[in-house]
Nanobody
């Protein structure tokens, strides 16, 4: 499975973006899919993960602002980001694994190339 992330860009604080992660193959076999982010000089961190049936887990700092969904028919995972803050600025990566999702980035076998999100104050 190859993953292609898109949808990043420059937005003002309080604005919204929707990221997409399109898979080259079927994602129905990918039980765990998710989004991580990495800001300059920082470790890659969990944003949200979702199971094959849509059960989601979020990092505390995005709860109530971000929503992860997946469309298995379109082989795509989305991250709707609302009320963006400058501290949300980072490269966002989508990830996938055949097993149920975990919060550990080391558990994911497949990664997209990343899409840059910049939030201005």
């Amino acid at each position: 499975v190859q993953l292609q992330a898109s949808g990043g860009g420059l937005v003002q604080a309080g604005g919204s973006l929707r990221l997409s992660c399109a898979a080259s193959g079927t994602i129905s076999s990918m039980n765990g899919m998710g989004w991580y982010r990495q800001a300059p000089g920082k470790e890659r961190e969990l944003v949200a993960v979702v199971t094959s049936v849509g059960t989601a887990t979020y990092a505390d700092f995005v709860k109530g602002r971000f929503t992860i969904t997946r469309d298995n028919a379109k082989n795509t995972v989305y991250l709707q980001m609302n009320n963006l803050k400058p501290e949300d600025s980072a490269v966002y990566y989508c990830a996938a694994r055949e097993e149920p999702p975990t919060t550990a980035k080391e558990d994911y076998e497949f990664w997209g190339q990343g899409t840059l999100v910049t939030v201005s104050s």
